[in-house]
């Protein structure tokens, strides 16, 4: 029987180890260690899925066609101000925050309002089967037919399925519920969400596909997983708030196509999340 390599790898950093440590070198967390199995680049690049572009030769930046189509409106004034102005196409952005703070609500509420205008939208869920997810749907008020939902978690089938409907938006609800059968670890290993997150920021790239990624967050407040992953997308969203408090702030620690210096404020109701547009009025009420 042929014996498994395996790795140790940290789930904040992404430090690797040959054996076991308590304390990771790179990062200094206690315990972050992991033995997880080591796929070689061969193993990988046999089941590689197949992504428009991934293999054109160098080109001349001259000979590089564009076309300016500017930045794709959610239709939500403190969403898409901490966005930079709108949602970037063929960007990949990172949501994260704690267990139930309201990220799918948030998300959803901007995929139904693009539904609402034409665009072709596609919610991936991880966490809730498709019953649960049209359940909160109704609850906060989206019916847009022009709303995609899948319930799936390998993303081999998830990215097949963005081929076929090609939307132009896609949420991935979470990231760390997403695998790959090409690793043998486990969904939510430092290996599974990079390996994941690469190839759906590729995916994105070649096919000018906006893609949003929900991550939760670990105690310490930073998204749970390898820290990798913030250096992977292109912006990086926090929402935060208290849940026996009904406001919420959602603000960027990264964006490479806007400011980090811009916050949005919203309130969660029984009906979903509302804009507050004069926070300071409302708090001081």
């Given amino acids: ?80 101000r901490v966005l930079g102005g709108g949602l970037v196409v063929g960007s990949v952005v990172l949501i994260g925050g704690d267990p139930g703070i309201g990220k799918s609500t948030l998300l959803l509420q901007a995929l139904d309002r693009l539904a609402r205008r034409g665009v072709s939208v596609f919610y991936v869920s991880g966490e809730e089967s498709l019953r649960q997810t049209k359940m909160r749907a109704d609850r906060i008020g989206i019916s847009s037919k022009d709303l995609y939902v899948l319930a799936e978690n390998s993303l081999e089938k998830i990215i097949d399925a963005i081929q076929k409907l090609k939307p132009r938006v896609v949420v991935i609800d979470s990231i760390q519920t997403v695998f790959t059968s090409q690793l043998q670890s486990a969904p939510g290993s430092i290996g599974q969400v990079r390996e994941s997150a690469g190839k759906l920021m590729l995916l994105s790239k070649s096919t000018n596909l906006s893609t949003f990624l929900i991550g939760h967050v670990t105690k310490e407040g930073a998204i749970a997983g390898p820290r990798v992953l913030e250096h992977m997308v292109d912006t990086v969203l926090y929402f935060e708030g208290d849940r026996g408090h009904p406001y919420r702030i959602l603000r960027a620690v990264k964006n490479r196509f806007g400011s980090t210096n811009e916050i949005g404020v919203f309130e969660m109701k029984d009906s979903g999340l509302e804009e507050v547009a004069n926070p300071s009025e409302r708090l001081e009420g």
């Fill in 1 to 80: 029987m042929t014996k498994i390599k395996t790795v140790f790898g940290c789930q904040n950093c992404g430090y690797q180890s040959p054996k076991w440590l308590g304390k990771c070198p790179e990062c200094g967390s206690w315990n972050s260690l992991v033995e997880e199995p080591l796929s070689t680049p061969s193993e990988r690049d046999a089941g590689s899925i197949a992504i428009p572009g991934r293999d054109l030769p160098p080109q001349s930046i001259t000979a590089i066609e564009t076309s300016d189509e500017g930045r794709l409106k959610t239709e939500g004034g403190e969403f898409d």
